[in-house]
């Protein structure tokens, strides 16, 4: 088996554009386009880029929530993009929602809310099922009067608990979370960073962590993908992208980012507008005749960026 | 005239709940210079939207005391209609969704004239010139197009700008913006500070920035007052606050964003909740149940602002016995904390 929990190969998602008179398909939005990702077991890969650049889609993909155009994945070394339900395997993938408001039902407790997916999978009386989801608040470091709350009753940091809860009751192998702290205040953030952390270490978790947030991708993340329109444009360790980024998006997205060093402040203004000017002048010359990003080129054995090719 | 733009003195915005009013604002005094960017941080519910609403006198059914003064006239005590020529003229906001702030059945460019009709600030004939200028001096490619738009057809970063574009329309002296960068992008976020920056210096403004996210604050205040449970806990200029946090919370909020230095290991966590409003505890220091390893002799029972360095004041005393307890990031502690909080039945949000 390989050391790959999770491989995507050439992922294509593209959604079709409807118009004119007999509502025909008129053109694709190419959502994902091309796009591949080995996440070795038990590590943390973070995919970045900013809203519309397809690393929701791309997660999606691999829960199974949107039809693949083109391409494999494969889980475990079994392949997820065929035709036909694959319970088993959905029950080892599971998903952390972006927004902690939304994505609870709010007219369900607690208890029904973190049992939905044990009643799913697995045949558990009444009481062994009450003392399963006892345990897994304990783990998410809830109280147990909360079995009985409704979502309402707890606040944001509480809820993306709950939602972790929900996700790992299943024991399962891959956690796909989608911005799961952006909805939430810092001192929050913070903490529902650690817990993740420490879970995964607890459980052996592999994850897909989807965020915009690059400060918080660095800390969590061992490996990080940079995306644009549908592409992978960047690919390395935490280091190898934050100390030597490649390409200009990346040095673009990285230096956007507001530091806290307020001695740096003019320093990483004058460095991003430094970028924003190379970028604004040669970014065309990192797209092809289509508009589209190149291929990824390996620089060295880990990190890979979609340079033009010279000559 | 006051050397200072804006001037608001023991400012309390009470709302109601349940029959009862509670203060969100609680006795805040803030001061704004002309072509001074004034930070207001804090997390969600501490207040600081709460601040500026009340502000621009835009609370309907709160109880506002106190005074602000703008320019020297206290603006608390202003009719509707003396209000509305304020509003969108001298004091202007920019709101943090871009997506609700504007009108989306109305074209861009007549949002942009309701503005400039209302306040009188350009005839008729010269409107339309001046719209498009507006757009592009906010950095919108191919204004005359975008004029004609409607809001769903452009992004949230230009929709942005089109907010912004309103709100200096009038050329504003003071700028209230209540993150105005949240829900944008960190590219298109740099760019919005940009212009905010560019036109602060142009006209000369005094500006409010509202905001949770402190590398924003570093990079754009020249000071910052740092609230929690509607109280200003800690004021500073910007270099001094981030150099020489002194008021817990504020180490606190520093300490919990993930950085360079502390890769690999676990972020500091601010345990349990900000009280809700009808829940708190108005005696003593308000951010003392969070921190229950300070014993409470070290707390004051009245705090107060003081001065600690030249423009740096600081709330209560207990930042002097204040330390980071790093042994309890995520644990027992942290969970009894907040299964007491539970019990009280008492949720931020």
């Given at each position: 088996m390989s050391a790959n929990l999770l491989e995507i190969n050439d992922l294509k998602v593209h959604f079709p554009i409807k118009g004119g008179f007999f509502n025909t398909v008129k053109d694709h939005v190419r959502a994902v386009d091309g796009v591949s990702i080995a996440i070795p077991r038990g590590t943390t890969y973070g995919l970045v880029g900013e809203s519309g650049s397809g690393k929701t889609t791309t997660g999606k993909a691999v829960m199974g929530l949107n039809e693949i155009t083109e391409g494999d994945i494969y889980f475990q070394g079994e392949k997820l993009s065929g035709k036909g339900k694959k319970i088993g395997v959905h029950r080892d993938i599971q998903m952390i929602f972006q927004d902690p408001y939304s994505s609870l039902n709010v007219r369900k407790r607690v208890f029904d809310i973190v049992a939905e997916p044990l009643k799913n999978y697995e045949k558990l009386s009444k009481s062994d099922l009450i003392e399963e989801v006892l345990k897994l608040l304990d783990r998410v470091g809830l109280p147990p009067g909360s079995l009985y709350k409704f979502p309402h009753e707890f606040s944001g940091g509480q809820r993306q608990r709950i939602g972790v809860a929900r996700a790992i009751a299943l024991n399962p192998k891959l956690i796909i979370a989608d911005e799961p702290v952006s909805a939430l205040d810092v001192s929050v953030q913070a903490q529902v960073l650690n817990f993740m952390q420490e879970i995964q270490q607890d459980m052996d978790l592999t994850m897909l962590f989807i965020a915009h947030d690059l400060g918080v991708v660095r800390h969590m993340c061992q490996h990080i993908g940079i995306m644009y329109q549908g592409r992978l444009v960047e690919e390395g360790t935490a280091e190898e992208i934050f100390n030597n980024p490649q390409h200009i998006y990346t040095k673009r997205l990285i230096a956007a980012i507001p530091d806290t060093n307020v001695d740096k402040v003019e320093r990483n203004m004058q460095l991003r507008r430094q970028i924003k000017e190379e970028y604004d002048q040669h970014f065309a010359e990192y797209l092809d005749e289509d508009g589209r990003v190149f291929p990824l080129r390996a620089i060295s054995e880990t990190h890979k960026a979609a340079l033009p090719v010279k000559g | 005239m006051s050397e200072y733009l804006l001037e608001a003195n023991n400012l309390t915005t009470s709302f109601k709940i349940d029959g009862e009013y509670y203060p969100a604002v609680d006795d805040v005094s803030i001061r704004i210079r002309e072509n001074e960017v004034l930070a207001l941080v804090g997390e969600s519910g501490s207040g600081k939207s709460a601040t500026a609403f009340s502000l621009m006198g835009l609370h309907r059914h709160a109880r506002v005391s106190g005074e602000v003064l703008f320019q020297g006239k206290d603006?608390?005590?202003?009719n509707e209609r003396q209000m509305n020529r304020i509003r969108g003229g001298d004091i202007a906001m920019i709101f943090q969704d871009p997506m609700t702030a504007l009108n989306p059945l109305m074209k861009i460019k007549h949002q942009i004239q309701e503005t400039l009709k209302i306040h009188g600030t350009v005839r008729k004939s010269g409107r339309e010139l001046y719209t498009i200028e507006l757009l592009e001096k906010v950095g919108i490619p191919r204004p005359e197009r975008v004029a004609e738009n409607y809001p769903h057809e452009l992004s949230g970063g230009m929709r942005q700008r089109v907010v912004i574009a309103i709100a200096i329309a009038n050329r504003p002296k003071l700028l209230i913006a209540d993150e105005p960068t949240t829900a944008l992008d960190v590219t298109i976020q740099a760019q919005i500070l940009d212009l905010i920056r560019e036109l602060q210096d142009d006209l000369g403004s005094g500006v409010l920035l509202i905001t949770h996210d402190l590398g924003v604050v570093a990079e754009m205040a020249d000071r910052v007052a740092v609230m929690y449970a509607g109280q200003i806990v800690e004021v500073a200029p910007v270099r001094e606050l981030f150099k020489n946090p002194k008021h817990p919370y504020t180490r606190s909020l520093l300490n919990s964003l993930p950085s360079e230095e502390q890769l690999g290991s676990k972020l500091h966590v601010i345990q349990g909740v900000v009280p809700a409003l009808n829940k708190m505890d108005r005696e003593g220091c308000r951010f003392a149940p969070r921190i229950p390893w300070i014993p409470e002799e070290a707390h004051e029972h009245q705090p107060k602002l003081r001065e600690v360095e030249p423009g740096h004041l600081v709330r209560c005393t207990c930042y002097q016995d204040f330390y980071l307890d790093t042994s309890m990031g995520h644990g027992e502690m942290e969970k009894r904390v907040e299964a007491l909080q539970m019990e009280e039945g008492g949720v931020g949000r």
């Open positions: - | 603006i608390l005590k202003n």
